[in-house]
């Protein structure tokens, strides 16, 4: 079955500084790649999501990259604030499966 | 307002005890999910159900079951049979399985 590693487990920013964050998954058959983001003691919230056929996605400050070939894609957080403190976690799925594959997570701090 | 509502927040279960989590959503969403969250891990599948009266185990469904009798519900029941119960319950909803929304969660704790 699917397997998703993320990398690193913490992060440490300078405010205004960028964070990225990497995820490599195993099943070539995955197809939909999401991004979430957890502040202490609530449930994930999705940030940004992208689909295999499409190579980069941007949303303000937040980016995401996918390399097909690689099996990795990758959130990009620029002019980071201290609100962006918060763990991501990166994920995976392939059509009407319906079992999203979350990687281990990231806990990110921005210092300010 | 839309959203999905989990209650209670915190919950304590005594040995050989049943306990169920609720999970209400008013998004008029088709899928449901109930994931668990271990500390310092990602979230894992435990069951998931497409459509009212229809559900499937996720990746650890043992020892807890479910129910989908109405489109806005999907309960999670831990059993006895759950020997490591301890945990953050999330329940999630979706149109189609892409975009899950999230509720903000159930503590588990065994006393």
């Known amino acids: 079955g699917e397997n998703v590693e993320q990398h690193p487990s913490t992060l440490s920013v300078q405010e205004g500084d960028s964070a990225v964050i990497k995820c490599t998954y195993s099943d070539s058959a995955s197809n939909y790649f999401p991004w979430y983001k957890q502040e202490l003691g609530k449930g994930p919230q999705l940030i940004i999501d992208?689909?295999?056929?499409?190579g980069e996605k941007k949303d303000q400050r937040i980016a995401v990259t996918l390399n097909k070939t690689a099996k990795h894609f990758s959130l990009h957080i620029t002019e980071t604030q201290p609100e962006d403190s918060a763990v991501y976690f990166c994920a995976a799925s392939w059509d009407s499966s319906y079992k999203l594959i979350f990687g281990s997570g990231t806990r990110l701090l921005v210092r300010p | 307002d839309g959203g999905i509502t989990q209650s209670p927040k915190y919950l304590f279960r005594k040995e050989g005890q049943n306990v169920t989590l609720s999970c209400e959503q008013n998004l008029n969403h088709d899928a449901m999910y109930w994931y668990r969250q271990d500390p310092g891990q990602g979230l894992r599948l435990i069951y998931y159900s497409q459509i009212v009266n229809d559900f499937q185990k996720g990746d650890i469904a043992e020892g807890y079951s479910v129910s989908r009798e109405k489109k806005e519900s999907f309960p999670l029941t831990v059993t006895s049979a759950q020997k490591n119960p301890t945990a953050f319950y999330l329940c999630?909803?979706?149109?189609?399985?892409?975009?899950?929304?999230f509720g903000s969660g159930t503590q588990l704790s065994v006393l």
């Open positions: 999630a909803s979706s149109m189609g399985g892409e975009k899950l929304f």
């Open positions: 992208i689909r295999s056929n499409v």
